[in-house]
């Protein structure tokens, strides 16, 4: 237990450890327990209204996955920014990859191996690397692609991921 703490002390300038568990850790318990919670309700098929030219027809919403889901998580809460974005592309039925910071490589570390441990490799994987690993990952060809970032870097990825593959994003742009 001390080495996970010790991983994230490492990577966030020696961050204190309540800081951590408050808003990085129970932020990301909680999202899973509330997930496992809803997802019967979520994957339930809902009545729509039919217009009256259609009748005696019937309408339902019937959510489907997108796919493969890749995750480009920042360097200032990685876990909760990972956990958050991998709970709900999971719940959603997707696959997904996850591209943690360059400037975490010890938390990076630790959560590819918990990835590896609890997760078989076609359901999620983790990359690690530099600034140039990030730009081949955003070039990828996703079915949803999420970045968590600065908008400078924000620009970069949509441009490398939409103009080529059309894919959809959503970003979260913090600075």
Not at 44 to 66: C, D, T
Not at 114 to 125: A, C, I, M, N, Q
């Amino acid at each position: 237990m001390a080495m996970r703490w010790m991983a994230v002390r490492v990577d966030s300038g020696h961050r204190s450890v309540h800081e951590t568990r408050l808003l990085e850790l129970f932020p990301s318990l909680e999202g899973i327990k509330h997930a496992r919670r809803r997802l019967k309700s979520w994957m339930r098929p809902e009545r729509r209204r039919v217009s009256l030219w259609f009748r005696p027809g019937r309408a339902r919403v019937i959510r489907q996955p997108l796919g493969v889901v890749g995750i480009i998580v920042p360097w200032n809460y990685p876990i909760y920014l990972a956990v958050g974005p991998l709970t709900c592309a999971l719940a959603a039925g997707n696959r997904a990859l996850v591209k943690m910071s360059e400037y975490t490589p010890a938390t990076g570390e630790l959560f590819a191996r918990l990835v590896e441990r609890h997760f078989s490799p076609d359901e999620v994987g983790v990359v690690l690397g530099d600034a140039r690993v990030a730009e081949t990952f955003s070039r990828l060809p996703f079915d949803h692609l999420l970045f968590t970032g600065s908008t400078h870097v924000g620009y970069s990825v949509m441009r490398a991921a939409c103009c080529r593959w059309h894919c959809s994003m959503s970003m979260t742009a913090c600075g």
